[in-house]
């Protein structure tokens, strides 16, 4: 099952390490402002890939809203992987919430 966290759920366990950070958006979304633990697989390559892009149970998505992160966590379910978690609102609920974002690469 996939949870949905909010901005601010997600950052604790983001802080205490305890959660890969995948964000599905593509490169250009990416430049314009991530999550700094939060590394790039664009949804196409997750999908493309999935075994090769995802490290670990224990995941955390992030898209621009939460769509497509909800796409990417239920693939990962389908998968095996069971401790997912989708952000609610993404990087914009994300900045909403007053967290910071990483412009540029």
């Excluded at 402002?33 to 493309?48: E, K």
């Excluded at 224990?58 to 497509?68: L, Q």
């Excluded at 095996?80 to 919430?97: C, D, Q």
Aim: negative net charge; proline residues 4%; contains cysteine.
């Amino acid at each position: 099952m996939v949870a949905t966290l909010s901005p601010a759920e997600a950052a604790e366990i983001i802080s205490s390490g305890d959660a890969d950070v995948v964000d599905v958006r593509d490169e250009a979304e990416w430049t314009s402002g991530h999550i700094a633990q939060a590394r790039l697989v664009p949804l196409d390559q997750l999908r493309a890939d999935p075994e090769r892009a995802l490290r670990r149970d224990s995941i955390i998505f992030v898209c621009a809203r939460g769509v497509r992160s909800l796409t990417a966590a239920k693939l990962a379910e389908r998968l095996g992987f069971s401790k997912l978690y989708n952000v609610e609102g993404g990087t914009v609920g994300w900045a909403k919430a007053g967290l910071p974002l990483v412009v540029g690469i």
